[in-house]
């Protein structure tokens, strides 16, 4: 699987727990939208990821990469400390100038 740069760097500061590699991977108006609540820009995005870091202590797998002109859906295995670990998880990205300009994460 050929993963861009930015995403690779988004999984390994994921893994790593450095929320702020994570929210340097996303342009300064990114939107991150997850469980229902949006997150825009990167000290919202790093307050966010800080927290679900804490709670569930996730992992996360890459398991397949589609990629279109306009945007990328990035399928993984996320293990951690939350109900029905291990989980699949779709990371829904649009990607511009090699930042993640939108972020969706759907089950």
């Given at each position: 699987?050929?993963?861009p740069?930015?995403?690779?760097?988004?999984?390994?500061?994921q893994?790593?727990?450095?929320?702020q590699?994570?929210?340097?991977?996303?342009?300064?108006?990114?939107?991150?939208?997850?469980?229902?609540?949006?997150?825009?820009?990167?000290?919202?995005?790093?307050?966010?990821?800080?927290?679900a870091?804490?709670?569930?202590?996730?992992?996360?797998e890459?398991?397949?990469?589609e990629?279109?002109?306009?945007?990328?859906?990035?399928?993984?295995?996320?293990?951690?400390t939350?109900?029905?670990?291990?989980a699949?998880?779709?990371?829904?990205?649009?990607?511009?100038?090699?930042?993640?300009?939108?972020?969706k994460?759907?089950?």
């Amino acid at each position: 699987m050929n993963i861009p740069k930015v995403i690779e760097t988004l999984i390994n500061a994921q893994n790593s727990g450095d929320s702020q590699i994570y929210a340097n991977c996303f342009s300064d108006v990114a939107i991150v939208s997850d469980e229902g609540n949006t997150y825009t820009g990167r000290i919202e995005i790093k307050e966010w990821i800080e927290k679900a870091h804490k709670k569930y202590n996730m992992l996360m797998e890459p398991v397949k990469l589609e990629e279109t002109a306009v945007s990328s859906v990035l399928s993984v295995k996320v293990t951690g400390t939350f109900p029905g670990s291990p989980a699949i998880l779709k990371y829904h990205m649009k990607i511009k100038n090699e930042l993640i300009d939108s972020l969706k994460i759907t089950g």
